[in-house]
C-alpha cells in the first residue's frame, strides 16, 4: 500500500471532521428504544472472535482505548476503531456476527434479548460494517445507523458503507433489509435475490444497479464521462481497475499504453492534458502545477490522491496508474476554461523498478504544445524518475509550459525557462 505524509494528515483531518459530525449526528437522535419490559430484558455480551491489524476498543465514551483481542467480552456501549488495512469481527449471541472494516468506527448502542426478541442496536460514525443473521427460530430487532442511513436489517447478510465524501450504501447479499435516509425508505433483498444494493443518491435497487449497468467492473461515480474512452481504451489493452478507498482515487494496473498520437489523442478527456507515459513495471505519479489565480494565489497542486486530484479550477487527474509489465500512463486535464499562466509538470517515484524512463507530452485541443527543459523547447520532455533524497525534493520535473490565450495564434503554445527539478507532491 502507498503511503505519504500528505496522504497521513490528510486522512486524519478527513476522519476527524467526519468524526465530528456524526458525532453531533448521533447526539441529536432520540436514544435507543428501552426495552418494553426492563425487568425481563437480559443484556447481551459481545464476544471478538477475529482482530487484523490495528484495533482499539474502549467499554464507554469516558474510558481510555485499549488494543483488542481474540476472546476479549464486552459490554454494551464498547466501542470498535480500525487503522488502515484492519478489521475486527465480534459476536453477539445467539446468532450475530458483526464485521468492521478498515479505517472505521462502530458502537454497540443496545445488546439485548426482551421476550423471546433479539434487540441490538449498532451506531457506525464512519466505515464499512458487515452484520450476518442467522434467523431461524429466531425473531431479531436489528440496526446499523450512520451519519447518512439506517439500516434495519431482519435475518440477513447485510453490509452498510458511509465514508464522506462517497455516497453511502447498503447491501444485502442473502434475505430482506431496510434502509432509510433523510429522503425514503427501501426494503429490498430477499430469498434468492442474490446481492443487492442500495444507496442515498438513487430511489430504488433498480435505479443503482441501471446505474451500474457499465462495460467495466469499477465504480461509476469514480468517473466522469469524459473520462470513459480513455479507461475503455486501457481495459481493452488488458488493464484492470478498482478503486483504493484509503487513497480516495480509482486505480488501474496492468495493461498496454497507447503509444501513437492517433491511439491517444481520441481518448484524451479535457482540452488541456498533460500525458505522462512510462514502459516498466514501476509505479509513477504525475503532478502538475497550476498557475496562480485570484482565487488561490500560489497556484494549484493536481496530484492522484483524494483531495488534490481534483481543483476548483477544473483540474482533474481521474484515475491511478500503478504501473504493470508494460509500464502505465497519468493524464490530467482541464476543461476549455483552463487558468492562463505557467503550468509546471513532474513526476513521483513511488516504487517498482528504478530508473524508470519516463515522458510527458502536453496537447491544446488535440495539438502538441511544446515544453521548455531549461536548455530549450521539446515537444516530448524525457527523464529518468528513480527515488529522490526528500531533503533535495520530492519528484524530478519534467519542464513547464507556458499558455495564454492571446499568445495561442489557435492551438500553439509557448514555453519559458525554468529549471527541471520540482518539489512536487509525493506519496
Not at 287 to 306: E, F, I, K, Q
Not at 333 to 351: D, K, L, R, T
Amino acid at each position: 500500500m502507498k503511503s505519504h505524509r500528505i496522504f497521513f494528515v490528510a486522512s486524519v483531518l478527513a476522519i476527524a471532521n467526519v468524526a465530528a459530525r456524526a458525532e453531533v449526528n448521533q447526539q441529536t437522535q432520540p436514544s435507543p428504544t428501552p426495552a418494553t419490559n426492563p425487568g425481563t430484558a437480559q443484556a447481551l455480551q459481545v464476544t471478538v472472535t477475529g482482530v487484523e491489524g490495528l484495533v482499539q476498543v474502549r467499554a464507554a465514551d469516558d474510558q481510555p482505548w485499549q488494543r483488542v483481542s481474540v476472546g476479549m467480552v464486552l459490554d454494551q456501549n464498547a466501542e470498535f476503531r480500525t487503522g488502515p488495512r484492519s478489521a475486527v469481527r465480534f459476536i453477539i449471541p445467539p446468532d450475530q456476527t458483526i464485521t468492521l472494516d478498515r479505517l472505521g468506527t462502530v458502537k454497540v448502542l443496545q445488546a439485548v434479548a426482551d421476550g423471546g426478541k433479539i434487540k441490538t442496536n449498532l451506531g457506525m460514525k464512519y466505515g464499512r460494517t458487515r452484520y450476518d443473521i442467522e434467523a431461524a427460530g429466531q425473531e431479531h430487532e436489528s440496526t446499523i445507523a450512520s451519519p447518512s442511513s439506517t439500516l434495519a436489517v431482519r435475518g440477513t447478510k447485510v453490509s452498510v458503507y458511509d465514508q464522506r465524501p462517497f455516497v453511502a450504501e447498503a447491501v444485502s447479499l442473502t434475505g430482506r433489509a431496510e434502509f432509510r435516509d433523510a429522503r425514503k425508505r427501501i426494503a429490498f433483498g430477499g430469498r434468492n435475490a442474490g446481492k443487492v444494493l442500495v444507496n442515498t443518491q438513487q430511489g430504488s435497487a433498480a435505479a443503482v444497479a441501471l446505474g451500474q449497468s457499465v462495460t467495466d467492473p469499477t465504480i461509476a461515480l469514480a468517473r466522469t464521462n469524459s473520462e470513459q474512452a480513455l479507461v475503455a481504451s486501457l481495459l481493452q489493452r488488458g488493464a484492470t481497475i478498482s478503486y483504493d478507498f484509503e487513497q480516495g482515487i480509482q486505480v488501474i494496473r496492468g495493461g498496454t499504453v497507447p503509444q501513437t498520437d492517433q491511439e491517444l489523442i481520441p481518448t484524451l478527456p479535457g482540452t488541456l492534458n498533460f500525458v505522462m507515459r512510462w514502459q516498466d513495471n514501476t509505479d509513477l505519479n504525475l503532478g502538475v502545477l497550476a498557475p496562480p489565480t485570484t482565487a488561490n494565489p500560489g497556484g494549484t497542486t493536481v496530484y492522484p490522491l483524494s483531495g488534490l486530484n481534483t481543483t476548483a479550477g477544473g483540474g482533474r487527474i481521474g484515475f491511478d496508474h500503478r504501473g504493470g509489465p508494460h509500464g502505465g500512463i497519468e493524464v490530467c486535464s482541464w476543461p476549455a476554461n483552463f487558468p492562463e499562466g505557467i503550468y509546471a509538470a513532474g513526476a513521483v517515484y513511488i516504487s517498482g523498478k528504478q530508473p524508470v524512463p519516463a515522458t510527458l507530452d502536453v496537447f491544446l485541443n488535440g495539438q502538441r504544445l511544446p515544453i521548455n527543459i531549461g536548455s530549450g523547447n521539446v515537444t516530448t520532455a524525457r527523464i529518468d524518475a528513480g527515488p529522490i533524497d526528500p531533503n533535495i525534493a520530492s519528484g524530478v520535473g519534467f519542464g513547464t509550459v507556458r499558455i495564454f490565450r492571446n499568445e495561442l495564434g489557435g492551438s500553439k503554445g509557448a514555453s519559458t525557462s525554468a529549471g527541471t527539478r520540482s518539489r512536487g507532491k509525493g506519496r
